[in-house]
Nanobody, 123 residues
Framework: QVQLVESGGGLVQAGGSLRLFCAASGSIFSINDMGWYRQAPGKQRDLVAV???????DYADSVKGRFTISRDNAKNTVYLQMNSLKPEDTAVYYC?????????????????WGQGTQVTVSS
């Protein structure tokens, strides 16, 4: 129904920057919240940042002041600008969208996930 495709991950030295990009496509009527989560090896998937359709944002304490989430509603895209990266930011980053879809006349709201993009920060 809805596909999320992420890009922008990679290997960077501590103190460096990366910009993640996620585009949503499919049977989309509208997208409410969009966000980024991350999962390090052996750990649970945690929220990094979220942005509402109206542009309100929230961040994990560990990334406040370093990461910035933004979105383009017309393009169904969300971005994560990551600055001052630390080794502890190393994880697979997943894009998430709370999307409203219309399939065969049925309207529903569901969570959708991207496949993940690896971010590795070396010390």
């Amino acid at each position: 129904q809805v596909q999320l495709v992420e890009s922008g991950g990679g290997l960077v030295q501590a103190g460096g920057s990366l910009r993640l990009f996620c585009a949503a496509s499919g049977s989309i009527f509208s997208i409410n919240d969009m966000g980024w989560y991350r999962q390090a090896p052996g750990k649970q998937r945690d929220l990094v940042a979220v942005i509402t359709r109206g542009g309100s944002t929230d961040y994990a304490d560990s990334v406040k002041g370093r990461f910035t989430i933004s979105r383009d509603n017309a393009k169904n895209t969300v971005y994560l600008q990551m600055n001052s990266l630390k080794p502890e930011d190393t994880a697979v980053y997943y894009c998430n969208a709370l999307a409203v879809t219309v399939v065969a006349g049925t309207i529903s709201e569901s969570d959708f996930w991207g496949q993940g993009t690896q971010v590795t920060v070396s010390s």
